[in-house]
């Protein structure tokens, strides 16, 4: 595959998404960065289904310490196991992917997120969602994609997409959206008010939104997603049509 690289502008941060360089015999590859946090991720699934009845599908993300020039000091100079932020971001870019494959897709699926390079500024669990559909997007898997993720935080009052860790600090909510063309996926770490919440869910949608615009996805199938983003969040409050 030729290099491409295309960008988009979240919260006054460009993040951009290239492949063509890295990890060429995977299925799917694409580093995907915000400043100077970059994380690779690639897809790959096996050339015949498994006779079972589940979907093998199996997400990694590792955040491993050369991404931010250190190296381990204990004896074995070895990276230790997954932490629990790093199951839980495995979780995050699992819950929107699986439902958008076939019914009875029972071919082995392997996405694995790389932190490369760490900022200490950028988060990169946003990032690794959206690189997770990015990568099963342009591979040969079928794929009912493609998604984005996006956090919101509210610092003063004011909705950030995306805040960086000192802006989390000083923010009084977390939450994690990612979006596809039929579903909506929100992990809600922190947030007061239900008011706020959907105002912030406004905002994360119209951030995921320009993400999905660079991968071709329509405003109809944006809008479609946000009366479902409601109902995830706030079921009591919503009325939906049988």
């Not at 405003?219 to 049509?241: E, G, N």
Request: with cysteine; hydrophobic share 45%; aromatic share 8%.
């Amino acid at each position: 595959m030729p290099y491409v690289k295309e960008t988009a502008i979240v919260g006054g941060k460009e993040i951009s998404i290239e492949t063509g360089k890295w990890a060429k015999q995977a299925g799917g590859a694409v580093v995907v960065r915000c400043g100077d946090s970059m994380v690779l991720v690639t897809a790959v699934g096996s050339q015949l289904p498994r006779d079972i009845d589940f979907m093998p599908l199996t997400c990694e993300y590792r955040e491993n310490f050369y991404s931010s020039g250190k190296i381990p000091g204990s004896f074995f100079r070895r990276e230790g196991r997954t932490t629990n932020e790093e199951i839980l971001i495995c979780r995050l870019m699992d819950r929107p992917v699986r439902p958008l494959f076939p019914k009875g897709w029972f071919i082995d699926t392997q996405i694995i997120a790389s932190v490369i390079s760490f900022d200490k500024e950028n988060p990169t669990d946003v990032l690794a969602m959206t690189g997770a559909s990015a990568a099963l997007h342009i591979s040969d898997l079928v794929f009912n994609g493609p998604i984005a993720g996006v956090r919101v935080g509210r610092i003063d009052g004011e909705f950030v997409a995306n805040p960086t860790f000192a802006e989390r600090e000083k923010s009084d909510m977390d939450i994690i959206v990612a979006a596809s063309r039929e579903e909506l996926f929100a992990r809600a770490d922190r947030y007061h008010g239900a008011h706020a919440a959907r105002r912030a869910l406004d905002l994360a949608w119209t951030a995921t939104r320009i993400e999905l615009r660079e991968m071709g996805v329509t405003a109809a199938d944006a809008a479609a997603c946000q009366d479902l983003a409601s109902y995830i969040l706030f079921p009591d409050s919503v009325t939906r049509a049988p």
